[in-house]
C-alpha cells in the first residue's frame, strides 16, 4: 500500500495455472476515511441503542426498585443470616519464629 496523497494504491496478485496477474486498486483517500468514520458511527449508534434499550427494558416495574430487589429473598436466595453474620478479620501478627538462619 502506498500513499500517494489523495489516494491509496493496493497491488493484489494471484496466479492462475502458469501466470502471474497483478492487479493495482486505487481507493480514495476520503472515501476510505468517510467509509471508516460512517461504519464506526453506525457501530456506535447501535450499542448504544441496544443500551438505552435495556435499561428501559430492565424488567422492573413502577412499584418496585432496585432496593427492593436486592432485599427480597425471592430475587435474591441467600439466606438473611448470611448477610447478617459477618467474621471478624484477625489482624494480629503471627507469633516470632526462631528456627530459621539469617541469609540462609
Known amino acids: 500500500m502506498q500513499s500517494n496523497g489523495k489516494v491509496f494504491s493496493f497491488l493484489f496478485s494471484h496466479s492462475f495455472r502458469s501466470k502471474i496477474y497483478i492487479r493495482r486498486v486505487e481507493v480514495s483517500k476520503r472515501v476510505l476515511q468517510n467509509g471508516l468514520l460512517s461504519l464506526v ?44 453474620e459477618q467474621n471478624p478479620i484477625d489482624y494480629s501478627r503471627p507469633p516470632v519464629a526462631a528456627n530459621y538462619v539469617p541469609n540462609s
Open 41 to 84: 458511527l453506525v457501530f456506535g449508534i447501535t450499542v448504544f441503542s441496544f443500551a438505552i434499550f435495556g435499561v428501559f427494558n430492565s424488567g422492573l416495574t413502577s412499584e418496585q426498585n432496585i432496593a427492593a430487589a436486592f432485599i427480597n429473598p425471592a430475587v435474591n436466595p441467600l439466606p438473611s443470616a448470611v448477610h447478617a
